[in-house]
């Protein structure tokens, strides 16, 4: 919206659009031109990166699968929970301790056996 590629005037209309086919929802009320609604979020005001959500998230549950196969459970990743595992919460604290000694990857090698993103652990906490 704010590289100068949509006039001012289209802002509103244009934000929109590509709210309802990127995200997939729609403005809650009818807006004119006299709003601005990118403005209002912090990110696109300043031009702030949004891809650290996506990778966040993804590995998120990169973790959670990880620590979860090593406190064995077995059923479903979504009814996993790791909170009586002595085994998952020492690696979880030996990934912490690693703070910013070393570089991410090599905490999400310690946890997960793998250097690189994988969003299968995301498929799986979700599957039917």
Known sequence: VFKGEIPKEQWMQKW????????????????????????????????YSFIRYYTRTIYQFQFQEALCQIAKHEGPLYKCDISNSSEAGQKL????????????????????????????????YFEP
Do not use: Q
Request: one cysteine or more; a negative charge.
């Open 93 to 124: 604290h030996e990934m912490l301790s690693l703070g910013r000694s070393k570089p991410w990857t090599f905490a999400l090698e310690r946890v997960v056996g793998a250097k690189t993103m994988d969003v299968r652990p995301l498929l799986n």
């Open 16 to 47: 929109w659009e590509m709210k309802r086919d990127i995200v997939g929802v729609v403005e809650p009320l009818p807006h004119d031109e006299t709003y601005c609604d990118p403005a209002a979020l912090f990110h696109v005001a300043n031009d």
